[in-house]
């Protein structure tokens, strides 16, 4: 079965969410016997009242849970009978993948039922996320969103699967050999640059902000292509990459200056 993605109502007069993931970057979630969640689903954990806002996406690392295992979580609870009161039950173990830690209107109750009309109802028990509504929230976390540091991978793996599905329908992939992406990356760094030509030191940004956009897109979509095609994970790359620079370009020697690393 493929994995699936759903939306847990948080009640922060009986858990507090916001100090658990503040701590840590996994929590334990009493399991609803309604519903099929299963390892790897996507979790996004909506606040009730005051807040009304989705803030959390998390994944499922572990089903069925026995409560003894879960006492790392207690601290939590606003009352701890009510934590005591599920000796008995099972839980989910959810891995927070990204927050959104500033208050926005994208993510609330309101903008999600009255003004997107994603929702038909109340957010109270899981409830399936899909469709219109699973990409908005997606979305919304790629552009919004925090990652956390283990999980950045997941938010570029989300373009490259959309950039990927864009190819494939169109029946591109038999055009995109490594040369030919390289070379269209090469083609499109260009006509990002043409924007800038003859600008002077004083361009205006903001006058040529949709044409930038535009032509950055497609240098970073080829990028991914590329990567794809190779085989190489652009998280790890990049990240090694950053290591190497962290080495030649140590703060005390680089700071203030634009020299080479060969001449500090």
């Known amino acids: 079965m493929d994995n699936q993605a759903w939306i847990f109502s948080s009640n922060p007069q009986v858990f507090d969410l ?9 929590i334990y979630w009493h399991t609803n016997s309604k519903s099929k969640v299963q390892v790897g689903d996507t979790v996004f954990l909506y606040i009730s ?27 939590y609870w606003i009352h701890e ?36 009309h994603l929702l038909s109802g109340p957010i109270m028990g899981p409830i399936k996320a899909q469709n219109e509504l699973l990409a908005y929230l997606e ?14 991978k997941d938010s570029i793996r989300f ?3 959309k950039v990927t599905e864009f190819r494939d329908e169109r029946d591109w992939k038999q055009f995109h050999t490594p040369k030919d992406l390289a070379i269209s990356i090469s ?8 924007i800038f030509q003859w600008s002077g030191a004083d361009l205006e940004v903001n006058n040529k ?4 956009e535009e032509e950055l897109a497609d240098v970073i979509m080829y990028c991914l292509s590329l990567a794809e095609v190779t085989g190489l994970e652009i998280g790890e790359i990049v990240l090694k990459k950053l290591a190497l620079n962290n080495a030649k370009y140590p703060v005390d020697k680089s700071y203030g200056k634009a020299d080479k690393y060969t001449e500090l």
């Open 159 to 161: 373009l490259q699967k």
């Open 139 to 152: 979305g919304t976390f790629l552009m919004r969103g925090s990652p956390v540091e283990d999980n950045v």
């Open 209 to 212: 902000r949709s044409k930038i």
């Open 49 to 75: 009242k005051p807040q009304q806002e989705i803030r959390f996406k998390t994944r499922v690392t572990a089903v069925n849970v026995p409560y003894i295992n879960t006492s790392d979580i207690k601290k």
């Open 187 to 194: 083609l499109e760094a260009a006509e990002l640059l043409e």
């Open 18 to 26: 916001d100090s658990a993931f503040a701590e840590r970057d996994n």
């Open 81 to 116: 009978e009510d934590y005591q009161s599920l000796q008995n039950e099972l839980f989910y173990q959810l891995k927070l993948i990204s927050a959104i830690r500033n208050k926005g209107e994208e993510l609330s109750y309101a903008a999600l039922k009255d003004n997107l």
